[in-house]
């Protein structure tokens, strides 16, 4: 390549030295005419005569020396005028890039160094004709220091100050305090330089530092080859353009006529007059660029409307002004006008650059300015300056400096690790705090790494939907202390320092990954549940339906999520409730839901609603979570059943306990007539029929006592079948006349030992139950039979023993019991009556009486066929039969004093008439308060306390008892009572060892009662 450019450096020399150019020029015009001279004879052309042409060939050759002479200089003035814009442009780069901070001691690896030298490189290419670019600096002992030069090839290890020095006298001529380069002047060598590597350009332009001092020059050379070819090729540029011109005259006096010649000037007029007319119209109306024409003593001649707009003056107002008066600032006048004057006659032109100019009214106007100068048609010189404002782009370039702080700051200050990395390596160019700190690293060794470094990407599905919309990469990155973190990067690409590169976002998901799988864990959870659970957004949609939801409604998950409230209640009737509960319910609510469940039956459904609020990642959900209560609102129905029998055996108890009194006084006061009446054998069946119906009345009242649960078990001897015969009376008219009863009789007596009142109720309870079967109609049968039971027969049965038994069976043909309902026959409050038509307590009754009674009871019962009962009963022996003897007959008497509290008048009068005709002292009061008040005025002992239980006066018999027998320990107590409520609630230790008789009482177990506390 050298030898290459050594050849055509010779060739271009030896053309333009001899000038070949020429010589070459006047052969091919010769040769040319003498041709066409030859063509037009041969097609009978009549020409111009022979002196003419050689006349023009002449004139077309002598023409062309000087034409190409002309050109050949222009030309090198131009590429002296680029070489000298250069130097001025990147001069100025130089100066804001630090030029000035380079110093000897400095490093050939520094980066500030380094980067001046890449855009050296950089200019280097972008201008091809440039050949050599360096910068020179005198040294304090007075050599010339090359700064910086693109060919230099010395280590990154060496100082600039190491480099070779520069020794070229013409450059270090420059660096003369004296040289015009110190005035700040673009100066360039206008000289043709001459040495052994051919003719080259040079051209100088002041470094400055930020004081204002000259630092170094700016050196710009253009290699001789690039001289010598720019030369010849404008010199034979010329040469064709006037061969070309020649050629064309010679053929338009050839083959034209003169007419021709004229229309054709007169066109060219024309279109020169329109192509002014074009340029002035586009110079004058071209926005954003300012032009303006000056003549030789520098006053206004054009002025366009872009002037206008940029320096507030007229066309009309700056017409005729001078330049400096006009726009030029004060400081800067004389110095203008003499660049303009030098130019003018020195021919050194004004380069182009910014500058601050002034603007009508005195503001000042950054411009960058361009100027041309030509001679008019006339031959005076004119100057064209054309500015164009720098406002716009000092703001951008303002905006662009302060966007990028922002984002500097941004990048350093976001909570988030964020990096910047190669594109392809990976390494990491910049790192913000936010990523020291989550990763432990410095930023030194950040920077040393690389993505990879840091962890791996998971495995597949790799990419993950961002917030923001674009994939996101989720990775187990590592600390440096060693700990996992689990992260998702987004990235971007963007260049950084000429390179590809991209932008990397890193969020900490560990946590988030963590609580989406506790999440999922716990809607699994959820969903196992047997409670059903269903959430619903804002706009009434499904979004969540557990199993328990499903197993309740009968609709899957699959069905109802995402499905609107509003279409699920009207196709769906187990679902309409809750619906509406959820579409009207806007707080937190709870309450009870009426509905079915999915097999039809109706259910209760106690739910409670929460409003869970949204974000911008979720929206906000009511979510209910219903629990069937049915079992609970049915033993709430039994526990109000129950209670409500309670307050209906209270009362019960409370009238059997008057009844009782009455029955006791009527007892008393009959016995008496009898042994008054004992020889008045009218009266003795009369009295007799009204004992008998006082016993009947006292059965009753027992029968009352069993209903209202108040009767205490008084076990006696029973006859079966009579107790079955007077139950049988009662039950013809609870059956009703659509049952048929049947109760036949043993072949002989069977004797129990039982409480005639609880049998009573046993064989009520069953025979109501049996017509309840038999709605419409059937029989009934009860029937007795005893039953001897080995051990082995016995141990077939649960709750059977062996030994001697009486079987009562009850038998209906109603409609019979299921395997379910006979599995819970038993149990209490279960019934399959309607409601308010069963407490359920019967059979539960019956099995408690059986076993209180030492048997048991079996059951047999398929549906449609009926029902029977077997109540199985331990049998006694028959007791033996006493006379019945008068109210004297065998009663023991005695004298001691008895103090006897009863509030009814009735009892308190026949019971001391009784007392007394057996010989006793008596002493009554009707209340607490009134026995202490006898007690306390006795004058004699009283050996024996007679008590109702129940008592006005706010003090019952036993509170009377306690505090008596705590004075007199000696005392013996009988307390009494019309049922036992209250010995059964007080038990054994509440008596206090106190004889207790139940109401009503004969005289004789009362007087037997009083000798054996006494005896």
Same mark, same amino acid.
């Given at each position: 390549m050298a030898e290459r450019a050594g050849d055509t450096v010779m060739i271009s020399r030896l053309i333009l030295d001899w000038r070949l150019d020429l010589v070459a020029f006047a052969i091919v015009v010769g040769f040319s005419i003498g041709c066409a001279r030859i063509l037009a004879r041969r097609r009978g052309i009549v020409g111009p005569p022979r002196t003419r042409t050689l006349a023009v060939a002449a004139l077309a050759i002598v023409l062309g020396a000087f034409v190409a002479e002309g050109i050949g200089r222009i030309s090198q003035r131009q590429l002296q005028r680029w070489v000298m814009i250069f130097a001025a442009?990147?001069?100025?780069?130089?100066?804001r890039m630090g030029h000035a901070r380079i110093a000897a001691d400095t490093p050939v690896g520094d980066a500030?160094?380094?980067?001046?030298?890449?855009?050296?490189?950089?200019?280097?290419?972008?201008?091809?004709?440039?050949?050599?670019?360096?910068?020179?600096r005198r040294m304090p002992d007075g050599s010339c220091l090359r700064v910086t030069d693109t060919m230099d090839t010395t280590g990154p290890g060496t100082t600039v100050g190491a480099r070779p020095r520069c020794n070229d006298a013409g450059v270090c001529g420059q660096l003369a305090p004296s040289d015009r380069a110190h005035a700040g002047e673009a100066v360039f060598d206008p000289a043709v330089v001459q040495d052994e590597r051919g003719r080259w350009v040079r051209g100088f332009q002041p470094i400055r530092d930020e004081a204002g001092k000259v630092d170094a020059v700016l050196v710009v050379e253009v290699p001789a080859e690039t001289w010598g070819l720019t030369t010849l090729f404008a010199r034979l540029s010329a040469l064709a353009t006037i061969f070309a011109g020649t050629m064309l005259l010679v053929g338009i006096a050839y083959f034209s006529r003169q007419q021709a010649t004229l229309v054709a000037r007169e066109q060219a007029g024309r279109r020169l007059r329109e192509s002014e007319l074009r340029f002035r119209s586009l110079f004058e109306n071209v926005p954003s660029i300012a032009v303006q024409g000056y003549d030789r003593d520098r006053r206004v001649i054009f002025w366009n409307e872009a002037s206008a707009e940029l320096y507030g003056y007229t066309a009309a107002e700056a017409l005729g002004q001078r330049l400096e008066e006009l726009i030029i600032p004060p400081p800067m006048r004389s110095d203008v006008?003499?660049?303009?004057?030098?130019?003018?006659?020195?021919?050194?032109?004004?380069?182009?650059?910014?500058?601050?100019?002034?603007?009508?009214?005195?503001?000042?106007?950054?411009?960058?300015?361009?100027?041309v100068m030509q001679r008019n048609v006339s031959g005076d010189l004119e100057m064209y300056c054309i500015d164009i404002s720098l406002a716009d782009r000092n703001r951008a370039l303002a905006a662009l400096a302060a966007s990028e702080v922002n984002y500097r700051t941004l990048f350093a200050v976001i909570p988030h690790p964020m990096w910047v990395c190669d594109a392809e390596t990976g390494a990491f160019l910049a790192v913000n705090e936010a990523a020291l700190t989550k990763y432990g690293y410095w930023r030194e060794e950040f920077l040393q790494m690389s993505q990879s470094d840091l962890g791996a990407p998971l495995p597949a599905p790799a990419l993950r939907p961002s917030e923001a919309g674009r994939p996101a990469l989720e990775?187990?990155?590592?600390?440096?202390?060693?700990?996992?973190?689990?992260? =998702?990067?987004?990235?971007?690409? +963007?260049?950084?320092? $000429?390179?590809?590169?991209?932008? @990397?976002? &890193?969020?900490?998901v560990t946590e988030r990954r963590n609580a989406e799988r506790r999440i999922v864990e716990q809607a699994e959870l959820l969903d196992e549940i047997n409670e059903a659970v269903v959430?619903?957004?804002?706009?009434?949609?499904?979004?969540?339906?557990?199993?328990?939801?499903?197993?309740?409604?009968?609709?899957?998950?699959? =069905?109802?999520?995402?499905?609107? +409230?509003?279409?699920? $209640?009207?196709?769906?009737?187990? @679902?309409? &409730?809750l619906a509406d509960v959820l579409r009207t319910q806007h707080d937190g609510w709870r309450g009870e839901v009426p509905t079915r469940h999915a097999d039809g039956r109706a259910v209760y459904l106690e739910t409670s609603i929460t409003i869970i609020a949204g974000d911008s990642t979720r929206p906000a959900l009511r979510v209910s979570v219903s629990t069937d209560i049915t079992p609970r609102k049915e033993l709430e129905a039994q526990v109000i059943e129950a209670q409500k029998m309670e307050v209906i055996g209270r009362l019960a108890g409370g009238v059997a306990h008057d009844f009782n009194s009455i029955l006791m006084a009527m007892a008393l006061n009959l016995e008496m007539l009898q042994s008054d009446l004992r020889d008045n054998q009218a009266a003795q069946p009369l009295l007799e029929d009204l004992r008998a119906m006082n016993e009947r009345a006292t059965t009753l009242v027992c029968q009352l006592l069993v209903f209202a649960r108040k009767h205490a078990m008084k076990p006696q001897p029973l006859e079966v079948d009579g107790a079955i015969a007077t139950v049988a009376k009662i039950l013809h008219r609870l059956l009703g006349a659509h049952v048929t009863l049947h109760a036949p009789s043993a072949s002989g007596e069977l004797w129990i030992n039982a409480d005639p009142c609880m049998f009573d109720?046993?064989?009520?309870n069953l025979c109501v139950n049996a017509r309840d079967a038999m709605p419409d109609g059937g029989t009934l049968t009860i029937s007795t039979q005893p039953l001897q039971l080995t051990a082995d027969e016995a141990?077939?049965?649960?709750?059977?023993?062996?030994?001697?038994?009486?079987?009562?069976?009850?038998?209906?043909?109603?409609?019979?019991?299921?395997?379910?309902?006979?599995?819970?026959?038993?149990?209490?409050?279960?019934?399959?009556k309607e409601a308010g038509k069963g407490t359920g307590l019967g059979l539960a009754t019956v099995h408690g009486i059986v076993h209180q009674h030492g048997g048991w009871l079996t059951v047999e019962s398929e549906v449609g066929q009926g029902t029977t009962f077997r109540v199985f009963l331990p049998q006694t022996t028959a007791p033996r039969g006493d006379a019945e003897d008068d109210l004297d007959a065998d009663i023991r008497r005695g004298t001691e004093t008895i103090l006897l509290v009863e509030d009814d008048p009735a009892v308190r009068r026949v019971t001391t008439a009784m007392l007394l005709r057996f010989g006793y002292k008596v002493l009554v009061s009707a209340n607490g308060p009134q026995a202490l008040e006898v007690w306390s005025k006795r004058s004699f002992p009283i050996q024996v306390l007679i008590t109702d239980v129940v008592l006005p006066e706010g003090m019952n018999g036993l509170v009377l008892a306690r505090r008596l027998t705590a004075v007199a320990p000696e005392l013996k107590v009988i307390v009494m009572s019309g049922y036992n409520v209250e010995m059964m609630e007080a038990g054994s230790d509440g008596l206090y060892g106190y004889t207790f008789l139940q109401k009503p009482v004969n005289s004789r177990t009362l007087a037997s009662a009083i000798r054996a506390v006494l005896d």
């Open positions: 442009t990147y001069g100025g780069d130089l100066e500030g160094y380094q980067a001046m030298l890449a855009t050296q490189r950089a200019w280097l290419r972008a201008n091809s004709f440039i050949g050599a670019l360096y910068t020179c006008v003499e660049l303009i004057r030098r130019w003018a006659e020195e021919d050194v032109p004004i380069p182009p650059g910014e500058l601050v100019l002034m603007r009508k009214g005195g503001a000042a106007v950054n411009v960058f300015s361009s100027h990775c187990w990155h590592r600390k440096k202390n060693g700990e996992p973190l689990r992260v =998702e990067l987004s990235s971007h690409p +963007l260049a950084w320092g $000429g390179r590809k590169a991209r932008i @990397v976002l &890193a969020q900490d959430a619903v957004d804002a706009g009434g949609r499904i979004n969540f339906w557990n199993h328990g939801a499903a197993q309740l409604f009968g609709r899957p998950a699959s =069905e109802m999520q995402g499905r609107l +409230l509003s279409e699920v $209640g009207h196709v769906d009737a187990s @679902v309409a &409730a109720q046993v064989l009520l141990a077939a049965t649960p709750g059977a023993r062996a030994g001697e038994f009486v079987c009562v069976q009850v038998t209906d043909t109603g409609c019979g019991m299921s395997p379910m309902v006979l599995a819970h026959a038993f149990e209490p409050f279960f019934t399959t």
